[in-house]
């Protein structure tokens, strides 16, 4: 009579914890992130937090952000069991093996495009032997779109984009406006800052190359250099799959004249859109 009282109390144990684990907090929105348990073992079954997800392999795509607990069975005998934690927007991924071994678990983060709108606003600075010439360079807007790959060994991201600007006014004189548009490959290298619930703070660096491409009255021809950028960003996720950004930094485009002289545009630059999960 004590085993059956004994096995409810276990049931009723387990079905409380995965009741926890699945309400929202107080007072807060739920958060959920992804997990996926692989066995070693052929034909075992996957159970998270009591309940059967699969067999040798499963995937939970979302799931409530916590702490959850995978056993995994043959036969009526279980393989390796544990408590994992779920992050945010992140994949958990877990790998059972034999029994002599322990249940191994790392977190994997996905991998976004964005796609942006942004404003640069630059001076346009040249140095040439006899003297320096600098212009007032009007804003220019642009959008563009980047990969951003998560390296989670080293827990930073690195970022491949392009931006593309329209062409904006250079103050010649007073008077005489001509333009041009700034472009840019570049590649950014970043870092978690800060964190809460449902916003992300990074910082990074990067470099580009700017692509000068001469517009009404320039007749200026400038090879590109390669440039610097600094950056801070805030990001806000909407759920998994995908999250909003804004980012703000400073920049400078460097190039080469043909008088011959060296050409720098610094500035600042703003930019926000939509970032999706490969």
Do not use: W
């Not at 140095?127 to 563009?144: A, L």
């Amino acid at each position: 009579m004590r085993r059956p009282i004994t096995v409810l109390f276990v049931l009723l144990l387990l079905a409380g914890m995965s009741a926890a684990q699945y309400a929202a907090p107080a007072g807060g929105q739920q958060t959920y992130g992804k997990l996926t348990v692989y066995s070693d073992v052929m034909g075992a079954d996957i159970y998270v937090d009591a309940k059967f997800v699969g067999q040798d392999r499963a995937t939970i795509s979302n799931i409530p952000t916590g702490k959850h607990y995978v056993r995994v069975v043959k036969g009526g005998e279980t393989i390796q069991s544990g408590i994992v934690e779920v992050k945010e927007g992140e994949e958990t991924i877990i790998v059972a093996k034999s029994k002599e071994e322990s249940l191994l678990e790392h977190v994997r983060k996905p991998n976004h495009v964005l796609f942006f709108m942004g404003l640069t606003d630059l001076e346009y600075r040249e140095d040439i032997p006899t003297q320096t010439v600098q212009y007032s360079y009007k804003p220019q807007y642009g959008f563009g779109a980047e990969v951003q790959f998560n390296v989670p060994v080293f827990d930073f991201r690195i970022d491949l984009g392009f931006h593309q600007n329209y062409p904006s006014g250079i103050s010649i004189t007073a008077t005489q406006e001509a333009q041009m548009a700034v472009s840019t490959p570049y590649l950014n290298v970043s870092r978690s800052l800060f964190r809460t619930e449902s916003i992300k703070f990074n910082g990074g660096v990067g470099i580009n190359y700017g692509i000068f491409s001469p517009g009404y009255k320039t007749l200026i021809t400038i090879a590109s250099r390669l440039g610097y950028q600094a950056f801070l960003e805030g990001a806000l996720y909407s759920g998994q799959d995908q999250y909003y950004l804004v980012r703000a930094g400073i920049v400078n485009f460097a190039g080469e004249s043909a008088y011959p002289g060296s050409v720098n545009c610094g500035g600042y630059y703003v930019l926000g859109g939509v970032a999706y999960q490969l």
